[in-house]
Nanobody, 115 residues
Framework: QVQLVESGGGLVQAGGSLRLSCAAS????????MGWYRQAPGNERELVAR???????NYADSVKGRFTISRDNVKNTVNLQMNSLKPEDTAVYYC?????????WGQGTQVTVSS
């Protein structure tokens, strides 16, 4: 089992920045990829960014060049630096971790970008 706790959401004006953090605990040695999904009202949950255990990253096209994912394998955290935020980035952001056999989710943190 892996437990994930997110922090860092909030309200920001368009063009602003936020940094999300996710701390993992439990069976952390089994974690492979970590990352972030988001879900806006009425939409399906979508992948925002992911990072592998060796640091390879993938981003949704809509956030490339604006968001940066990073991972600290010593502190067992994954972060998402979000710059140049747009109103369409408004959503609940969920941290996840994958062990290859299972996927674990955080509770979600709200990000609201006002125009």
């Amino acid at each position: 089992q892996v437990q994930l706790v997110e922090s860092g959401g909030g309200l920001v004006q368009a063009g602003g920045s936020l940094r999300l953090s996710c701390a993992a605990s439990g069976s952390i040695a089994s974690i492979n990829a970590m990352g972030w999904y988001r879900q806006a009202p009425g939409n399906e949950r979508e992948l925002v960014a992911r990072i592998s255990s060796v640091g390879s990253t993938n981003y949704a096209d809509s956030v490339k060049g604006r968001f940066t994912i990073s991972r600290d394998n010593v502190k067992n955290t994954v972060n998402l630096q979000m710059n140049s935020l747009k109103p369409e980035d408004t959503a609940v952001y969920y941290c996840y971790s994958s062990t290859g056999r299972s996927r674990y989710w955080g509770q979600g943190t709200q990000v609201t970008v006002s125009s």
